[in-house]
């Protein structure tokens, strides 16, 4: 079964404790991203990796990094983070569906960030 | 960067009825694609589009991706509570930063389904 798996699904922090956010997919596919999803603002793409150790910046990339070491692992670390990276995170990986149908980005379940 | 302007930004209906919400943009897109999230999930994909005009359907869902390639529409028929959730509409621009995998999102319809 197509899986993205994200830990943990829930946080609570302090501001400036570094913190990492796992991401993990099993469709051996290329390209993952990041999205942030906010109240009225939808989903925003944090960064993105087009392979293994190829890495860009989505369109919030700021207080954020990421590494990709693996195809499978795609980690979103929070050096310092600050209470405006409360949200809702999601990590996606994208390719085919098996059937034919090509581009399908498929989410994890979220993890859910406060920063106090 | 390129916007989707996605309407309603939220929805309350009677089971039974059917739903309409459409996604507009200034600029062309390649591909459309319709997710749905549940509360406390991730989105899942409902239909992708690849041609301008193309009409796909998906048991009571149906979705087309407008002639202009600038526009799409999601019609859920014969509503069930079940619905109830955020539809997303997103796009795939067409050159986007050297990534053909870049998706830009709408923010999102509410759908309440009375029962």
């Known amino acids: 079964e197509a899986q993205v798996t994200q830990n943990p699904r829930y946080l609570i922090t302090v501001t400036g404790k570094k913190l990492t956010v796992t991401c993990s997919q099993n469709?051996?596919?290329?390209?993952m991203s990041w999205y942030r999803q906010d109240p009225g603002l939808g989903l925003r793409q944090i960064y993105y990796s087009m392979n293994v150790e190829v890495t860009d910046k989505g369109d919030v990339p700021e207080g954020y990094k990421v590494s990709r070491k693996e195809k499978r692992n795609f980690p979103l670390i929070l050096e310092s983070p600050s209470p405006n990276q409360t949200s809702l995170y999601f990590c996606?990986?994208?390719?085919?569906?098996?059937?034919?149908?090509?581009?399908?980005?498929?989410f994890g379940a979220g993890t859910r960030l406060s920063v106090l | 960067g390129q916007q989707l302007n996605q309407s309603p930004q939220s929805m309350f209906i009677q089971e039974g009825e059917d739903v309409s919400m459409n996604c507009t943009s200034s600029?062309?897109?390649?591909?459309w694609l319709w997710y749905k999230q549940d509360p406390g999930e991730g989105p899942v994909l409902l239909i992708a589009l690849y041609k301008a005009g193309e009409l796909t359907s998906n048991g009571r869902l149906t979705a087309q991706f407008g002639i202009t390639r600038k526009d799409s529409f999601l019609n859920i028929s014969a509503s069930i509570p079940s619905d109830v959730g955020i539809y997303f509409c997103a796009g795939h621009p067409p050159g986007s930063g050297g990534s053909n995998y870049k998706l830009t999102f709408g923010k999102g319809t509410l759908l309440t389904v009375n029962p």
């Open positions: 600029s062309i897109f390649n591909t």
């Open positions: 469709m051996n596919h290329e390209y």
């Open positions: 996606a990986s994208t390719g085919e569906n098996g059937r034919g149908t090509k581009n399908i980005q498929y």
